[in-house]
C-alpha cells in the first residue's frame, strides 16, 4: 500500500514565498545597478577617442554595417537622456549618434579604414611579420599588450596626425583666402579712389578754366604796358 504524504512532507514541497519587504529590495538593487551601469556606460563613450567612431561605438574595426547598427541601437537605448540620470548623458548620446553616422558614411569609414590598415601595416612591420599576417595568426595571440591593443594606440597616433594635418591645411586655406580677401578690397578701394579723383577733376574744371583765362587776361595786359613804356 502507498505511503500516504504526510503533513510535514506537503509542506516541505510547497513554494516558498518571498516577503513582500525583500521583493522590494531586490528590486530596488536591480534599478540602482543598472544606473549604475548607465552611468558606467557614458564615462566610457566620454573618454573614448572620439577621432575613432569605432572606439566610441565600442565595435571591432571588422564589424559589418549591420553589426555596428546593432551595436549603436542597443547602447543608445540604455544610455538615453530619459532613462540615464548621468548629468552627460546627452552629451555621451550625441557622441555616439555621430559615430553611427560616420560610419553608416561609406567614403568616411573608407578613409578611416585605409589609416587603420596602416596601423596594422606599421604593427605587422615592426614585429617582422608580412603584411598580409591575419589576425587568427598564432604569432598574434600572445602578445603584450595584445595586438588588438597596440592597433588602436597606432591608430590614435596616426589619426591625431591626420586630423594636425587637415586642420593646417584649412588654416593655411583660410589664411589665402583672407589674403585674397586684402586684394580684392585694396583693388576696390583703389578703383574707388581714382573714380573719386575724377570726379573731383571734373568738378574743378570750370574753375580751372576761368584761373586759366584769368592768367592770360593778365599776361596780355602786362605785354601791352610793356610795349607803351617802351614806345614811350
Not at 502507498?2 to 529590495?25: G, L, M, N, R
Request: proline share 5%; with cysteine; charged share 40%.
Amino acid at each position: 500500500m502507498p505511503e500516504q504524504p504526510t503533513a510535514s512532507t506537503s509542506a516541505s514541497k510547497a513554494p516558498v514565498k518571498k516577503d513582500t519587504t525583500d521583493v522590494d529590495i531586490e528590486k530596488l538593487l536591480s534599478r540602482e545597478a543598472s544606473a549604475f551601469q548607465r552611468e558606467v556606460e557614458v564615462e566610457r563613450i566620454l573618454k573614448a577617442f572620439k577621432l575613432n567612431p569605432y572606439d566610441v561605438i565600442d565595435v571591432d574595426e571588422t564589424a559589418t554595417q549591420e553589426e555596428v547598427k546593432k551595436k549603436y541601437k542597443q547602447t543608445s537605448l540604455f544610455i538615453h537622456p530619459d532613462k540615464c540620470p548621468h548629468e552627460r548623458a546627452p552629451e555621451a548620446f550625441d557622441l555616439l549618434k555621430k559615430a553611427e553616422l560616420e560610419l553608416g558614411d561609406k567614403a568616411k569609414r573608407e578613409e578611416l579604414d585605409a589609416v587603420i590598415n596602416q596601423a596594422r601595416n606599421l604593427i605587422l612591420k615592426s614585429l617582422d611579420l608580412p603584411i598580409t599576417t591575419p589576425p587568427s595568426d598564432p604569432k598574434l595571440q600572445g602578445l603584450s599588450p595584445s595586438f588588438k591593443v597596440r592597433l588602436r594606440a597606432k591608430s590614435k597616433e596616426l589619426l591625431i596626425e591626420e586630423e594636425l594635418r587637415r586642420r593646417k591645411a584649412i588654416k593655411l586655406n583660410l589664411a589665402n583666402e583672407g589674403l585674397e580677401a586684402r586684394k580684392k578690397e585694396e583693388e576696390v578701394a583703389s578703383k574707388k579712389r581714382k573714380a573719386e579723383e575724377e570726379q573731383a577733376w571734373e568738378a574743378n574744371r570750370d574753375q580751372r578754366i576761368d584761373s586759366w583765362r584769368s592768367f592770360s587776361n593778365n599776361g596780355s595786359k602786362k605785354k601791352k604796358k610793356q610795349k607803351i613804356a617802351i614806345l614811350g
